[in-house]
């Protein structure tokens, strides 16, 4: 899933690597990892308008501050000395904010990587205008039975008049509701409708247009609400484990075989909502058995969560119905993908921002209550992942108690609603096993975090990370409890086993956790002993790839005779994209927006071009990097400059359209020096591949000594942290790839040197690679 579960499902890497030949180690003795918030005291009240937050920061890097769990953002970091440690700051507006604001600051451990975070605090602002009403439907109740006629009472209060109250009924049209005595109401005439439940929602408008929602309410009509308990898990448990009881006060849902499944998140999820033409990708892919001898995708997990300002099944309700309709007569089984209802995702865990994934969960409850019954999912994947939060470890289990009371509330929503839809969980692998997960005392019983989540939730998908399938830590033992909790409590194709794709990046161990380094014929060999080890066994619902952006371009190797799968033949270009706009952030990063760009087949990536005056040209002398989604952050680049840029999206098949009209940012200026390296070359011997950087200074080009940190690439996957010679010069060494053909590269992350920082952007690109073999 996300980048910052992978860390946790990982093995630790070293502190320091030391260097072969002609690398220095880094020195083990390091300032401690800490993040303080010095410009403001928590519970501090603050008038709406521009405040500077600032303090200071050690032995971390990616500073990033987080507001009201909902938006997160890079801030700026000042570090002369190139020594991971220095002053934070970012001017933050809170002219749209009122009452408490939380605020806390994430970032990443310089030499584990994992994340380290600062105090919590909370500033209290002082703006009634921005402060967004309280409403709340106050009848009916659910789990009653009403008569044809419902009556729905609203209350709405805020700071500011109440402007305008509106009820929207099984998800058809905003109606204003007139004032009553007290409050609002509207009577409901059920005859025409023939559902038993119906979704009530309410929203109100103030004076100052700002607008509140409140909670659904699940109104039945006619016969109440059905109560299953003639398949109560509950007893099974009991009579296998005594000591404890389910949450569950229903029967499980029945579910189908999920095998195989695949996440597609909102970078890929959007693009096959608003672009029908890319679903013949989707369709053909997943369908595709001969090209790596796979099994077909039946199980789409679609991302409906926010993304570039959208709110997919509120503002593209129709299209998306459009694609369920499209993907269930393909013959997929579609389930919505969500998370926390927060910015982080993984907030979404803490009580006090339950309301958030409560509200997130009623969308989709929402949506299927308005739409036909071909166009409804049929369930619902949650990534929530509470182990990333600072408090998962140091005060359990109280996080881990929030995080089920979430899944409660959720399948709490479900009954309510009357929908039968399966809902599931995505876990980690080690929630059976790992210190931070045993013994947890929840809803009367005390087990496995694990067991807990099984009791709750219709199924869970393992994230079982591993690039092996047999072994103690390979895919088949770390799914063997889970498997037989399952089978115990009578669930059956409960079990969905997740592996990785993608290439990790900075997260968790990237030798052991993805495929990505061993390729698509070998990740198919392994899933074969997996499907042998657990396809008798009732638990076992089939196996999720991880995901669909990293699948469409996953190799079947490295190196000479390794090929990817390939779309139907296409020879039109994407249209030309628009809406492209810079921004400047610092002395040496500008980040790039631009709109979705249109295709006769799927988009696949856009490219990012850059030159120093309007009218360059696009190449590869001019070219910057490549993205996924619809923002770009480029760095490296030289202080008080203007930077053009110019995007262009580019298909499946490999045809890039016509660019954009150029966007154009100033840098800050700055005293800082720029380094770039001045060369680098892989050479690959006796099993292993060797990298060689040479550091210098961009004007003069004489060596600097610098920290160096970095990962080998496509085969390999080995993290090094050293530092270079007198000569600037840095060489390391990859993990063992005794292979008779292949390729490895090096991608350098983070280089720092005293009164320098890294002009990655004058690097020459791309960086090499070593292919051997015939």
Not at 689 to 710: H, I, Q, W, Y
Request: net charge negative; charged share 15%.
């Amino acid at each position: 899933m996300m980048l910052s579960h992978l860390r946790r499902c990982g093995l630790l890497f070293l502190a320091a690597v030391l260097m072969a030949t002609i690398g220095v180690p880094i020195p083990h003795a390091q300032a401690a990892a800490l993040i303080t918030l010095d410009s403001h005291q928590d519970g501090q009240t603050l008038q709406p308008g521009v405040t500077e937050l600032f303090g200071t920061y050690s032995g971390v890097y990616d500073l990033q501050l987080i507001v009201n769990g909902e938006w997160v953002t890079d801030v700026r970091m000042d570090d002369p000395n190139g020594d991971d440690s220095g002053s934070w700051s970012y001017s933050l507006d809170t002219s749209q904010l009122d009452g408490s604001v939380e605020i806390v600051l994430k970032a990443n451990d310089a030499v584990t990587r994992y994340g380290i975070w600062s105090p919590w605090i909370h500033l209290n602002i002082d703006n009634p205008a921005a402060h967004i009403p309280d409403v709340q439907i106050t009848s009916p109740a659910e789990f009653t039975q009403q008569n044809d006629t419902i009556e729905v009472d609203i209350s709405a209060e805020g700071k500011n008049p109440i402007a305008l109250v509106e009820l929207r009924i099984d998800g058809g049209a905003w109606m204003q509701i007139p004032s009553a005595h007290n409050g609002y109401t509207y009577e409901f005439d059920t005859c025409p409708s023939p559902q038993q439940v119906h979704s009530l929602e309410a929203r109100a408008t103030d004076t100052y247009g700002n607008t509140g929602y409140s909670l659904t309410v699940y109104a039945s009509s006619g016969n109440p609400l059905p109560i299953n308990e003639g398949d109560n898990s509950a007893a099974v448990t009991d009579a296998v484990y005594p000591e404890t009881v389910t949450s569950t006060t229903y029967g499980p849902e029945p579910l189908p075989d999920q095998d195989r499944a695949i996440w597609i998140w909102e970078n890929a999820s959007y693009p096959l909502v608003l672009n029908p033409n890319s679903r013949s990708v989707l369709s053909s892919m997943a369908k595709d058995t001969a090209t790596f001898n796979q099994r077909p995708i039946t199980t789409l997990y679609l991302a409906v969560g926010k993304y570039n300002g959208a709110a997919m099944l509120e503002d593209y309700r129709g299209e998306v119905q459009q694609f369920v309709e499209w993907a269930h007569g393909e013959g997929f089984y579609v389930q919505a993908l969500i998370a926390g209802g927060t910015t982080p995702p993984y907030f979404g865990a803490y009580s006090r921002y339950h309301p958030h994934a409560v509200k997130e969960f009623e969308q989709i409850l929402n949506y299927n209550l308005a739409s036909s019954e071909l166009a409804r999912f049929d369930g619902v994947n949650v990534d929530t992942e509470p182990y990333i939060l600072p408090d998962f470890k140091t005060a359990k289990p109280s996080v881990q108690i929030q995080y089920l009371d979430m899944l409660k509330l959720l399948m709490e929503r479900k009954q309510a609603s009357g929908l039968t839809l399966s809902v599931g969980a995505a876990i980690p692998r080690w929630y059976d096993t790992s210190a931070d997960a045993s013994n947890i005392a929840w809803n009367g019983g005390t087990k496995w975090l694990s067991e807990h989540v099984q009791d709750t939730v219709d199924y869970i998908s393992i994230m079982d990370y591993r690039d092996q399938a047999e072994g103690s830590a390979g895919i088949i033992a770390q799914a063997l409890n889970e498997l037989a909790y399952a089978n115990a409590i009578g669930k059956p194709k409960s079990v969905v086993i997740g592996v990785e794709t993608k290439d990790i990046a900075d997260g968790g161990d990237p030798e052991t956790i993805s495929f990505h380094e061993e390729g698509r014929i070998y990740m198919e060999q392994e899933l074969n002993k997996v499907y042998n080890a657990f396809l008798s066994d009732p638990a076992f619902g089939g196996i999720a790839l991880h995901h669909y952006s990293s699948i469409v371009d996953f190799p079947s190797q490295w190196g000479p005779g390794g090929y990817t799968w390939q779309p139907p033949s296409d020879q039109e270009p994407p249209s030309t994209v628009s809406g492209a706009e810079a921004v400047t952030f610092d002395f040496q990063r500008i980040n790039i927006s631009y709109d979705m760009a249109a295709d006769n087949s799927a988009v696949n990536e856009y490219r990012v071009y850059r030159g120093t005056d309007a009218a360059f040209n696009i190449g590869p002398d001019t070219y910057a990097g490549t993205s996924k989604g619809l923002n770009y952050t480029d760095t490296g680049l030289l202080p008080d400059t203007t930077y053009y840029y110019k995007i262009t999206a580019v298909d499946i098949s490999g045809n890039e359209g016509a660019p954009s009209a150029a966007t154009t940012a100033t840098t800050a200026p700055s005293a800082m020096k720029p380094m770039v390296i001045d060369h680098m070359t892989i050479v690959y011997s006796a099993g292993t591949a060797k990298v060689t950087v040479k550091m210098v200074d961009m004007e003069t080009r004489l060596p600097v000594t610098a920290k160096f940190s970095g990962r080998f690439t496509h085969m390999a996957g080995k993290y090094v942290n050293a530092a270079t010679n007198a000569a600037g010069v840095f060489q390391s060494q990859s993990e063992s790839v005794p292979v008779s053909r292949g390729q490895i590269g090096f991608l350098p992350r983070r280089i720092m040197a005293d009164s320098y920082y890294w002009a990655s952007a004058y690097d020459q690109l791309p960086y090499p690679t070593v292919t051997w073999g015939p």
